[in-house]
Nanobody
């Protein structure tokens, strides 16, 4: 089992920045992919960004060029630096981990509380 706790959200004006943190604990010996996801009011959860142990990163088109995902394996942390925030970025942000377990590539953690990001106009 992997436990994930997000923090760093808050209220920010459009154009501002926030840095989200994700602390992982539990069975974290092997995690290939760390990812950030978000769920806006009335919408489905969507992928924001991912990063792998090999250094590959990917971003949704809506955040590309504004957000940066990173990880610190020594501290079991993942981060999401969010710049040039827009009102449409308002959502609850979640982190999760993916890797192979029992022959299946799967999420290692449960979807928790997340951290709320609110961007005002």
């Amino acid at each position: 089992q992997v436990q994930l706790v997000e923090s760093g959200g808050g209220l920010v004006q459009a154009g501002g920045s926030l840095r989200l943190s994700c602390a992982a604990s539990g069975s974290i010996f092997s995690i290939n992919t760390m990812g950030w996801y978000r769920q806006a009011p009335g919408k489905e959860r969507e992928l924001v960004a991912t990063t792998t142990t090999g250094g590959n990163t990917s971003y949704s088109d809506s955040v590309k060029g504004r957000f940066t995902i990173s990880r610190d394996n020594a501290k079991n942390m993942a981060y999401l630096q969010m710049n040039s925030l827009k009102p449409e970025d308002t959502a609850v942000y979640y982190c999760n981990a993916k890797d192979v377990r029992g022959g299946q590539y799967m999420y290692l953690g449960l979807w928790g509380q997340g951290t709320l990001v609110t961007v005002s106009s």
